[in-house]
């Protein structure tokens, strides 16, 4: 695409979207503009209009995706819709060429992977998945010292994301009356919200999984009670091997206390690792005897620092990752930059998440991640449709709990 061209991007999902919005208007990135709008809730799209262009510049709103998909109004799409439902419009984007800019997880079942590895190998359009959390202040600064090469080869490392819920916030999506009975959180196995956790570690050391454990814990049942949980666990652990010999350890939003995110790397000569309870910071260590030669100790704490725009950054929600995110995406489009995550590592996240819960399920046992870059691992997935998601349509076929648990009870 030339430089010079506007890029025309629609919104799908004003919720979340609205953010993004913000991020590109108040980040001055040059050359794009919102040409349209898609929810199913007016509200939220009055609230993005706010922040938008009036009169002849206005984006033209929408409640069909499929009319919002078949307006030829946009080259690029903000798809922020529902968690479980990405891949059938990323699917349905690419198709028509639009580029695809698709947050939380690429995929809920392995078919719905393959179908879209397929469909953007046949596009004109680039894919990539909206994953904020790697473009935080200390994992880009975690990234940065890897890549110098002092610590060495990375052998094993971790990612947690955890986010527990007050009781408040738990009703806002678990309360029927307040999103229907069928909201994806209601349901959402505790391993496939997985890329928060993961998708920094793999951004950073360049490495994909390759095979993957699931283990979980399970609420108490008086404090499930209280939350309205249909689904016994609150945490998911999974043990994940690389391409490159490295062990992952990822614990990806689970709900125990306290609420923060974590990423540590371990390598052959030196480690380094964000502060838990501060991510601006980092601590990198060496071995004594792998120290730099311009290092007095073997050890620092320091805050890390913005490549650019700090300002801007700083301003942005999700420590800044709702800025850098978009920022390239539109460089990618332009051919400025590389996709991350690009349409075979999004697929690859959301398998750990799919076959760690089926892990969960049979015995722990380990589940090897296809290659979805190679026609022939992922042929074997095409036609699996696993969904633990019911609907007013149609019950799940695999569950979204791994343990029967009884009725929490309607909200008061």
């Known amino acids: ?139 880009l600064e975690l990234k940065k010292v890897y890549e110098s090469g002092t610590l060495g080869k990375v052998l094993f490392a971790e990612g947690e994301y955890v986010h527990p819920m007050s009781p408040n916030e738990s009703r806002r999506y678990r309360d029927p009356s307040v999103q229907g009975p069928y909201h994806w959180r209601r349901f959402n196995p505790i391993t496939y919200y997985c890329s928060h956790a993961l998708a920094p570690l793999m951004y950073m050391t360049g490495e994909m999984p390759k095979r993957v454990v699931g283990m979980c814990a399970y609420t108490p049942e008086e404090v499930r009670q209280i939350y309205h949980s249909k689904k016994a666990e609150s945490v998911g652990v999974m043990l994940i091997t690389t391409d490159g010999d490295a062990v992952f350890r990822v614990n990806g939003s689970s709900s125990m206390g306290p609420h923060g995110n974590w990423y540590r790397l371990a390598c052959t000569k030196g480690g380094a690792e964000t502060i838990r309870g501060n991510q601006r910071k980092v601590r990198v260590a060496y071995n004594s005897w792998n120290k730099p030669e311009d290092w007095e100790e073997s050890e620092k704490t320091y805050e890390a620092e913005w490549p650019s725009d700090a300002e801007i950054a700083d301003a942005a929600g999700h420590g800044g990752g709702d800025y850098w995110v978009v920022r390239k995406f539109i460089e990618s489009i332009r051919g400025e930059n590389t996709p991350f995550p690009n349409v075979y590592q999004a697929c690859a996240m959301s398998a750990v998440g799919i076959l760690g819960w089926r892990s969960i399920l049979n015995g722990n046992i380990p589940y090897d991640i296809p290659d979805f870059s190679n026609e022939e691992e992922r042929k074997k997935w095409q036609d699996d449709r696993q969904f633990p998601y019911p609907s007013e349509d149609a019950p799940n076929n695999i569950p979204f709990t791994s343990r029967p648990v009884t009725d929490a009870g309607d909200w008061n």
């Open 1 to 139: 695409m030339a430089k010079s061209k506007t890029i025309r991007i629609g919104v799908f999902g004003c919720w979340r979207g609205h953010a993004y919005i913000r991020s590109l208007v108040n980040g001055k990135i040059p050359g794009c503009r919102i040409t349209a709008l898609c929810d199913k809730k007016q509200d939220r799209i009055q609230s993005c209009l706010e922040d938008l262009p009036k009169g002849r510049l206005a984006p033209k709103v929408f409640s069909d995706p499929e009319e919002f998909f078949d307006s030829k109004l946009f080259d690029a799409v903000f798809l922020i819709n529902y968690f479980n439902e990405h891949a059938k419009w990323a699917v349905k984007a690419l198709e028509k060429n639009i580029h695809v800019f698709s947050e939380t997880m690429a995929a809920s079942t392995m078919a719905d992977a393959v179908a879209l590895c397929r469909a953007a190998e046949k596009s004109k359009a680039i894919y990539m998945m909206a994953e904020n959390y790697p473009h935080s202040k200390g994992n």
